[in-house]
């Protein structure tokens, strides 16, 4: 772990070079290989009918290990939606290629789980049947459902709301429900996008806490897109931060969180072995995001987002991007 105060530990995007393995000698969870998305869309100024290449993400390489927490921070519109899209399967790359275990992606699949930024949870449902949604598409009988799904609301804290139904809860804990249904099926990936988006800042902070200790419990692959660069730092062992559109990579930020907030003269109150932020310091009067160090994680994060050289090419490369069809 590196000590309090060296903080910096970017590395430049792999942009344009050959897709150097972020591990070397172990199979990354997932793999982005030289992505990227380009869509047709409407061309206003190319009159009746006339269409335009679009590209939203461009060139993105990187590799997430087994277990690992990453966040994807960037600004609106810089295709981190896109990105999750692609590593989910909802849609495919118009070139380069996304492996998962070594092997490409060609569709949705129930080895990753899709949490959204709206719940998308069904209405007519009970939470507990909500949960159980992705275990009948898996086969499993009706009683091992109920508990398996009996389980996962207990892992998120809703035990005593399994028989309520969406509009009966509230939005913290619809997120909640939504989190259980994606764990329920066991998936190795967890795909969350802005999932806490929509709610309050401090549903936000307690559900950024009750996901870290899910991710710790479990031990999930999970890639998180946010637009927060609070979030990015309190959640993620690596911050991967884009470019204005089209997303690139523009630098992966290693955060190691360990002595931040600590909270006496011990020092130890928020030390995990994984380096991220330990809310269990908050119980002891550690506040991590009030720290020194959290401070300069964010800071580190919010300049390669702001006045990156990156975004500076992006934007004379911008007449470019855009290519008629
Ligand atoms: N199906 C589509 N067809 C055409 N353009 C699309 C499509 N999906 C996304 N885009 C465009 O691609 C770009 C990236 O969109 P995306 O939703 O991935 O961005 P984002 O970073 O997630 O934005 P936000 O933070 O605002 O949610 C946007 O300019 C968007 O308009």
């Known amino acids: 772990m590196s000590g309090a105060g060296a903080v910096t530990t970017a590395r430049p995007s792999a942009t344009g070079s050959a897709a150097a393995p972020d591990f070397p000698g172990s199979t990354p969870k997932l793999r982005l290989e030289h992505v990227r998305k380009e869509f047709i869309v409407r061309d206003a100024a190319g009159g009746r009918g006339a269409r335009k290449r679009f590209t939203a993400v461009e060139d993105f390489t990187l590799d997430v290990r087994a277990g690992e927490f990453l966040t994807v921070v960037g600004p609106s519109g810089c295709g981190k939606s896109t990105l999750l899209d692609l590593l989910g399967g909802l849609t495919e790359p118009t070139s380069g290629r996304i492996l998962l275990d070594g092997s490409p992606v060609t569709g949705p699949g129930l080895d990753r789980g899709v949490v959204f930024q709206q719940y998308a949870l069904l209405p007519w449902r009970s939470a507990r049947a909500n949960v159980e949604f992705g275990l009948e598409a898996k086969g499993v009988g009706r009683a091992a459902r109920a508990r398996v799904a009996d389980e996962y609301l207990d892992l998120v804290g809703l035990t005593a709301f399994a028989d309520r139904y969406p509009h009966e ?16 099926f066991d998936p190795e990936v967890l795909l969350m996008d802005e999932p806490f988006a929509a709610l309050d800042a401090q549903t936000r902070e307690s559900l950024q806490d009750e996901l870290l ?52 003269p011990s020092g130890d109150a928020s030390r995990t072995d994984d380096g991220t932020a330990d809310h269990s310091a908050d119980d002891t009067g550690g506040d991590v995001r009030s720290s020194a160090l959290f401070g300069r994680y964010r800071h580190e994060v919010w300049s390669a987002l702001h006045g990156s050289p990156t975004q500076a090419q992006g934007a004379a490369a911008g007449t470019q991007e855009d290519a008629h069809v």
Do not use: C, N
């Open 213 to 264: 200790r899910i991710w710790r419990t479990t031990g999930k692959t999970i890639v998180f897109i946010t637009h927060g660069i609070e979030e990015s730092v309190y959640l993620g062992q690596r911050v991967a931060v884009m470019t204005p559109r089209p997303g690139r990579l523009q630098t992966v930020i290693d955060v190691d969180l360990a002595g931040a907030g600590d909270a006496g």
């Open 169 to 184: 809860l509230s939005g913290g804990m619809k997120q909640r429900v939504a989190i259980a249904r994606s764990l329920a």
